[in-house]
C-alpha cells in the first residue's frame, strides 16, 4: 500500500515557506512586542489592500470576528440573527453567546449557500410570531463559493437588517470584481491552521469600509477601551486579539497567497474533470471564484466510498454529518426533523476530498482512481 495521505498537507506548506516564516517570527522573538506588535498592523494594511477594504481588524479567532460585530450592533436578548442551518456551528453560537436567538434557514442545493427566498419567508415567519425582533442576517461562504451577496444585501436592505458575512472558508475568493472582504458591510474571516489562509494557532479578521465600525471592533477587541486610553474602559469588551507571532506568520502566508488560489483552483479543475460521472462536482457560480479550502463532492453510497478509501490511506471528510437544527444544542431554536429539506439531505450525501495547495496532480489521479474503484 502506497502511504497514507494528508487531507490538509501544512508540513508541506511550511517546507515551502520555512526560511521567510522562521525569520519573521524570530524577528518577534527578538522584539519582544508580543500583543499589538508591529506586525499586526502590517498584516491588517496588508489584508485592507488584498481585499480591497479600507479597515481590517485583526482578532483572535474567526468566531471572535462573528461575535465582535454583533456585540458592537448591540444585539441580545429578544433578537433574530438569520443563518444558514448547514454551516459550522461557530455560526449559529455567537448569537447564542450573547443572548440573541438563531433562526436557521435552509440552503440552496446547487451552492449550499443560504437560499435568498428561505430567507425573507423565514424573516416574514418571525415579524408574523412577532417574539423576537429580526436584527441580523449572519450568510456563510460555504465551502469556498461566495453566498449571494446581491440578493442577500437587498433582502436586509429592505428589512433594515445587518448583514455580516461569514468567510471563514472564503478569505480569496471574489464576485464580480470584488473580493471577499468587500462584499458585505461587514465581514468575517478565520485563520484556523486549516482553513485557506492558516496561522500557526487561533486567529481571524474583520473587513470593512466603514471606519467608526473598525474603532468600534478594535475597543471591543481590547477590552472595550478607548483606543487612545487603553484604561478608559467606555463598553464591555473581550480580550479579542491577534497574538503578533501569528500576524509574523500570516505576512508570509499573505504574500504566497495568490499562488496557492491559483493552486487549489487547478487542483479544483483536475478532480471536475477526472471524476466518475456519479460524483457531484461542487458549484461553480459565472460571477463567483472559490477560495477552495475543501473539495467537497455529493455522491450516493458516500459512507461506502469514505470507507473503501481509508482503507487506501486517503483521508476524507463529511462536512456536515448534521444539520444545525438536528444538534442537541441547537433543537430548541428549529422545528425538527423536515423543516429544512435542502440542509437535511445533503449531510446524507456530502464527502470531502483531499484539497490543498500543494496536492500534486500523481496525488490527484489516485485519489480519483480509488473514487471511481469504490463506485464500480
Ligand atoms: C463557517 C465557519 N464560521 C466560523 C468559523 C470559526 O472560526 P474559528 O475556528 O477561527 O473560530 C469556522 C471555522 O472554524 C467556520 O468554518
Same mark, same amino acid.
Given at each position: +500500500?502506497? @502511504?497514507?495521505?494528508?487531507? &490538509?498537507?501544512?508540513?508541506?506548506?511550511?517546507?515551502?515557506?520555512?526560511?521567510?516564516?522562521? #525569520? %519573521?517570527?524570530?524577528?518577534?522573538?527578538?522584539?519582544? =512586542?508580543?500583543?499589538?506588535?508591529?506586525?499586526?498592523a502590517e498584516l491588517e494594511g496588508a489584508l485592507s489592500s488584498f481585499c480591497g477594504v479600507r479597515e481590517t481588524v485583526t482578532v483572535a479567532s474567526g468566531t471572535e470576528a462573528l461575535r465582535i460585530p454583533l456585540m458592537a450592533e448591540d444585539i441580545g436578548p429578544g433578537d433574530a440573527v438569520f443563518l444558514p442551518a448547514f454551516t459550522y456551528t461557530a455560526t449559529a453560537e455567537v448569537p447564542c453567546a450573547i443572548g440573541a436567538e438563531p433562526v436557521f434557514v435552509d440552503v440552496d442545493p446547487v451552492t449550499y449557500n443560504?437560499?435568498?427566498?428561505?430567507?425573507? =419567508? #423565514? &424573516?416574514?415567519?418571525?415579524?408574523?410570531?412577532?417574539?423576537?425582533?429580526?436584527?441580523?442576517? &449572519?450568510?456563510?461562504?460555504?465551502?469556498?463559493?461566495?453566498?449571494? /451577496?446581491?440578493? &442577500?444585501? #437587498?433582502?436586509?436592505?429592505?428589512?433594515?437588517?445587518?448583514?455580516?458575512?461569514?468567510?471563514?472558508? @472564503?478569505?480569496?475568493? @471574489?464576485?464580480?470584481? %470584488?473580493?471577499?472582504?468587500?462584499?458585505?458591510?461587514?465581514?468575517?474571516? @478565520?485563520?484556523?491552521?486549516?482553513?485557506?489562509l492558516g496561522a500557526y494557532g487561533d486567529g481571524g479578521a474583520i473587513f470593512t469600509d466603514d471606519a467608526e465600525k473598525a474603532d468600534l471592533y478594535r475597543s471591543i477587541r481590547f477590552h472595550g477601551s478607548s483606543n487612545a486610553d487603553r484604561y478608559e474602559i467606555l463598553r464591555i469588551g473581550t480580550n479579542?486579539?491577534?497574538?503578533?507571532?501569528?500576524?509574523?506568520?500570516? +505576512?508570509?502566508?499573505?504574500?504566497?497567497?495568490?499562488?496557492e488560489l491559483a493552486r487549489r483552483e487547478a487542483a479544483a479543475q483536475r478532480y471536475d474533470r477526472l471524476l466518475p460521472a456519479a460524483v457531484k462536482r461542487p458549484a461553480r457560480t459565472a460571477s463567483s471564484s472559490s477560495a477552495w479550502p475543501l473539495y467537497v463532492t455529493e455522491m450516493a453510497g458516500r459512507d461506502r466510498v469514505k470507507a473503501s478509501l481509508a482503507k487506501l490511506g486517503i483521508?476524507?471528510?463529511?462536512? /456536515?454529518?448534521?444539520?444545525?437544527?438536528?444538534?442537541?444544542?441547537?433543537?430548541?431554536?428549529g422545528a425538527g426533523p423536515g423543516s429544512l429539506p435542502v440542509a437535511e439531505s445533503l449531510c446524507a450525501k456530502v464527502l470531502a476530498l483531499p484539497m490543498h495547495s500543494d496536492l500534486d496532480d500523481a496525488t490527484i489521479d489516485r485519489i480519483v482512481a480509488a473514487v471511481g474503484d469504490a463506485l464500480a
Open positions: +500500500m502506497t @502511504s497514507p495521505l494528508p487531507f &490538509i498537507d501544512l508540513q508541506a506548506q511550511y517546507r515551502r515557506l520555512k526560511p521567510q516564516i522562521d #525569520a %519573521r517570527v524570530m524577528r518577534v522573538l527578538e522584539h519582544g =512586542r508580543f500583543i499589538l506588535g508591529p506586525e499586526v443560504i437560499d435568498p427566498a428561505a430567507l425573507e =419567508r #423565514a &424573516i416574514a415567519a418571525v415579524r408574523r410570531e412577532g417574539r423576537l425582533k429580526p436584527r441580523a442576517v &449572519i450568510a456563510v461562504d460555504l465551502f469556498g463559493l461566495p453566498a449571494d /451577496y446581491a440578493a &442577500i444585501g #437587498a433582502v436586509c436592505q429592505r428589512e433594515k437588517l445587518f448583514l455580516l458575512a461569514d468567510a471563514a472558508q @472564503s478569505f480569496g475568493a @471574489s464576485q464580480g470584481n %470584488r473580493r471577499v472582504g468587500a462584499l458585505a458591510p461587514v465581514t468575517a474571516t @478565520s485563520f484556523f491552521p486549516a482553513k485557506p479579542g486579539r491577534l497574538d503578533t507571532i501569528q500576524a509574523a506568520v500570516l +505576512m508570509v502566508k499573505l504574500e504566497a497567497y495568490p499562488g483521508p476524507t471528510a463529511v462536512y /456536515y454529518p448534521k444539520p444545525l437544527h438536528y444538534q442537541v444544542a441547537y433543537a430548541r431554536y
